[in-house]
């Protein structure tokens, strides 16, 4: 009787031997190909499609060299309609190939992020498996605990036999662990890429909608320019003139502002005031450059065209960089949007207020910032377009910065100024 029910026991309650277990784990292995098989046409269509994109890419990028090449020289050349024209049409092909870059990457991260959520998805499978798997061997294993040493006695013919099944049972536990330990930390990695590669993909779709923006900006200026050369019929000395007379009401608008600041420092009629009390040393890189691919065009100080009267005698209180019409704006550094506005002299203009009080100054946008007043920036956020609004010769940006800043309102046209011969700051002392 006992040696029957010993048998019984033994047949149905025996734990796996090592083959037994073996043939569990050749189970999950091929339990993981199918899974990975299931998906691997999938996988080699996206590879393909994201090396074609990079090819392209590539060679969009050796096209765009090509034209920047072609901005910088046309820009260093002397200030003609035809060249006016030529810059132009070079900055607005440049532009179209850069949009086109950014869309074909703006695809690529797609597809990679497509990847690695199929990559996520069947890596929580296996978790989840192997879960439900260590959970049942933990689960025997407590039940071979609770056995008393009778029922081990009748379950196993020999001793060692028991000892030696608990061994490969510890042994495969440990081993089962160890892969899924393996699976969390590899999901948690893949996990880290696809917030990366969102991030990613966000940015540019930012940038794609600014690149949009700025090929409306530079057609517009390219039909400007269009309508100006019919105007002139071609006449270069027409168009020579046109500029004489820009740079005459830049001198008148000097004369006067120095006038009117002056009334505004005597009366203390301010909108804003704002002093930084300590001053980093020249040469300390506390800004970056307000755009990303640009030519300097005149520093600050006494330069050769300010000491032919532009500013009414006094130096250049700013550095400009020309970028090319509707380029991107940048904050020079963290802040708030302090001031903006529009006058005869500069144009679209917008202020911002850094963290240690300094001011920066941006004029001569093409449009106005669209930014209110108490607005956060970032270091690097767009905050307007090149353009030449006010008294500009050309489209360029005039950046200036502030240790002590102040607004007030023009009574004759109801503008508002800020205050220009005295304040201000060489912005490359400080500009990384």
């Known amino acids: 009787m006992t040696s029957r029910n010993s048998k019984n026991y033994n047949k149905y309650n025996k734990k796996p031997s090592l083959c037994q277990w073996?043939?569990?784990?050749?189970?999950?292995?091929?339990?993981?190909?199918?899974?990975?098989?299931?998906?691997?046409?999938?996988?080699?269509?996206?590879?393909?499609?994201?090396?074609?994109?990079?090819e392209q890419i590539e060679q969009l990028t050796k096209e765009a060299d090509k034209y920047r090449n072609a901005v910088a020289k046309t820009q260093k050349e002397a200030d003609t309609l035809s060249r006016q024209i030529n810059l132009l049409n070079s900055q607005i092909s440049r532009l179209q190939v850069q949009l086109k870059i950014t869309e074909r990457t703006i695809d690529t991260t797609g597809l990679e992020i497509l990847e690695l959520n199929e990559l996520i998805f069947d890596t929580q499978e296996t978790i989840d498996f192997d879960k439900e798997a260590i959970s049942e061997m933990i689960k025997k294993m407590y039940e071979r605990e609770r056995q008393s040493l009778v029922a081990i006695l009748l379950a196993n013919t020999?001793?060692?036999?028991?000892?030696?099944?608990?061994?490969?049972?510890?042994n495969l536990s440990q081993q089962l662990t160890?892969?899924?330990?393996?699976?969390?930390?590899?999901?948690?990695?893949?996990?880290?890429?696809?917030?990366?590669l969102e991030g990613k993909k966000n940015e540019l779709e930012g940038l794609y909608k600014s690149q949009v923006s700025q090929n409306i900006s530079l057609s517009s200026a390219k039909t400007n320019k269009d309508s100006l050369l019919t105007k002139t019929k071609g006449e270069e000395a027409r168009y020579q003139q046109l500029l004489t007379e820009v740079e005459k009401k830049k001198e008148a608008f000097f004369s006067e502002l120095k006038s009117?600041?002056?009334?505004?420092?005597?009366?203390?009629?301010?909108?804003?005031?704002?002093?930084?009390?300590?001053?980093?040393?020249k040469g300390t890189k506390l800004f970056r450059w307000p755009e990303d691919d640009y030519r300097l065009t005149q520093g600050?100080?006494?330069?050769?065209?300010?000491?032919?009267?532009?500013?009414?005698?006094?130096?250049?209180?700013?550095?400009?960089?020309?970028?090319?019409?509707?380029?991107?704006?940048?904050?020079?550094?963290?802040?708030?949007?302090?001031?903006?506005g529009f006058n005869n002299g500069f144009g679209n203009w917008v202020a911002v207020r850094h963290t240690n009080n300094m001011v920066s100054v941006y004029a001569h946008m093409n449009a106005p910032s669209g930014l209110a007043n108490t607005t956060q920036v970032k270091s690097g956020d767009i905050i307007g377009y090149e353009?030449?609004?006010?008294?500009?010769?050309?489209?360029?940006?005039?950046?200036?910065?502030?240790?002590?800043f102040f607004t007030y309102i023009n009574e004759k046209n109801g503008q508002l100024y800020f205050n220009y011969f005295d304040g201000s700051l060489n912005p490359s002392d400080y500009l990384n």
């Open 300 to 340: 600050y100080g006494m330069t050769t065209y300010a000491r032919r009267g532009a500013y009414g005698g006094a130096p250049h209180n700013g550095i400009d960089l020309a970028g090319g019409f509707g380029s991107a704006i940048r904050s020079i550094g963290e802040g708030t949007i302090l001031a903006s």
């Open 260 to 281: 009117l600041e002056t009334k505004a420092l005597e009366s203390g009629a301010f909108i804003v005031h704002v002093t930084a009390t300590n001053i980093a040393p």
């Open 22 to 54: 073996l043939l569990v784990l050749g189970f999950i292995a091929l339990w993981l190909y199918g899974s990975a098989a299931s998906n691997v046409y999938a996988a080699e269509d996206l590879n393909t499609k994201i090396l074609d994109l990079r």
């Open 387 to 404: 353009g030449a609004t006010g008294n500009a010769t050309g489209s360029h940006l005039h950046l200036s910065l502030y240790r002590d």
């Open 158 to 170: 020999r001793l060692s036999d028991f000892f030696s099944e608990a061994q490969q049972s510890s």
């Open 178 to 196: 160890g892969l899924l330990s393996d699976l969390k930390d590899r999901k948690f990695a893949l996990d880290e890429q696809r917030n990366n």
